[in-house]
């Protein structure tokens, strides 16, 4: 019974020593969750009225929001009576080493710094970087994440995609549909031309400026090889490709004119 006097005193003395600490602590942890997420509000809507950049809004939001949780954990542990002098050395040499174990973090973060400040890409370009391609979806602190042709989500870390090449194929705002269709020697150059040119310009996603172009690009071995250009939105690439093909082969079987392709030879016995 004496022992369990002396737990129970020592029970009391705690929560009277410590209670209202750790009732602050609650109370300021959710009092700042509260305020970090009205503010968080406030910011979005303030940076939407500015006209900034999407990818910069986000990454901006995401920036303040960390900073301002960490600086919200410190004060709750403050409150508990922990000496922020020695938890500010404490975060300092940690911060060190976590820093030496995460250079590659620290690089991406750089990297993300810079692609909010320079803007090779934005939110909705098509770009093609560190050996994939894909749609931007979004870009954040460490990372840029965009969604491939397969509806693939691809994660590429920041620091590369800052320090390596990017191919932006939305930031003209036009792009060029590489083709080539080949015909047979015997066949009129003049007449193919005409054909394959209706053929763009009858296509109303192909754009009237810059031009479609059809040009002889290649004596091959058995057929002559027109290089078959238009141009077209970004996001139309994919339906312009197809629609070149298909259209072409229909209209050359229409006129007449041969797409030369192996044939078997049969010898009689």
Request: hydrophobic letters at 50%; aromatic letters at 8%; a negative charge.
């Amino acid at each position: 019974m004496e022992d369990a006097q002396i737990w129970i005193e020592k029970g009391i003395d705690f929560i009277i020593e410590f209670g209202p600490k750790i009732i602050g602590a609650i109370l300021i942890y959710l009092i700042g969750s509260w305020i970090i997420k009205k503010l968080m509000g406030v910011l979005r809507k303030a940076m939407a009225k500015g006209s900034y950049d999407e990818s910069l809004q986000r990454f901006l939001v995401n920036l303040v929001s960390w900073g301002l949780k960490i600086f919200l954990i410190i004060t709750v542990i403050s409150t508990l009576g922990v000496e922020t002098t020695s938890l500010a050395a404490v975060i300092a040499a940690a911060g060190l080493a976590v820093g030496l174990a995460l250079q590659g973090s620290l690089s991406n973060f750089a990297g993300g710094v810079l692609i909010m400040i320079f803007k090779p890409y934005r939110i909705g370009d098509l770009v093609e970087a560190q050996g994939v391609l894909g749609v931007v979806k979004t870009i954040e602190i460490f990372t840029t994440k965009m969604v491939s042709p397969e509806n693939k989500l691809i994660i590429v870390p920041n620091g590369a995609m800052a320090n390596g090449n990017i191919v932006n194929y939305t930031a003209e705002g036009k792009i060029r549909v590489d083709t080539v269709i080949g015909v047979g020697y015997d066949e009129n150059i003049k007449k193919t031309k005409e054909v394959l040119m209706e053929v763009l310009t009858a296509n109303p996603l192909v754009l009237k400026d810059p031009a479609p172009s059809v040009n002889v690009m290649e004596l091959a071995d058995s057929s002559v090889n027109f290089a078959v250009r238009p141009f077209c939105k970004p996001e139309d690439y994919w339906d312009v490709y197809f629609a070149t093909y298909e259209g072409c082969k229909l209209a050359l079987d229409k006129a007449g004119i041969e797409i030369p392709y192996p044939h078997e030879v049969q010898i009689n016995k």
